[in-house]
């Protein structure tokens, strides 16, 4: 059961990278300062969705 358990939860760690990829690009698109801006924000957006998940979601439990 535990296996099934976390196998749901990396579904769910792929789909929130997913959004803080897609919102890091997509500020760097809005912002309109050059294709390295947009990678460097698509960084940021990633790095921002692994501090997300360690602190916040990690920490709920099953709650």
Request: glycine share 14%.
């Given at each position: 059961?535990?296996?099934?358990?976390?196998?749901?939860?990396?579904?769910?760690?792929?789909?929130?990278y997913?959004?803080?990829?897609?919102?890091?690009l997509?500020?760097?698109?809005?912002?309109?300062?050059?294709?390295?801006?947009?990678?460097?924000?698509?960084?940021?957006?990633?790095?921002?969705?692994?501090?997300?998940?360690?602190?916040?979601?990690?920490?709920r439990?099953?709650?």
């Amino acid at each position: 059961m535990t296996h099934h358990h976390h196998k749901e939860q990396e579904n769910y760690d792929k789909l929130y990278y997913t959004v803080g990829l897609l919102a890091g690009l997509f500020t760097g698109v809005v912002i309109d300062n050059g294709i390295i801006l947009i990678v460097i924000l698509g960084i940021f957006g990633l790095l921002f969705t692994g501090f997300f998940l360690q602190l916040l979601v990690k920490g709920r439990g099953d709650a």
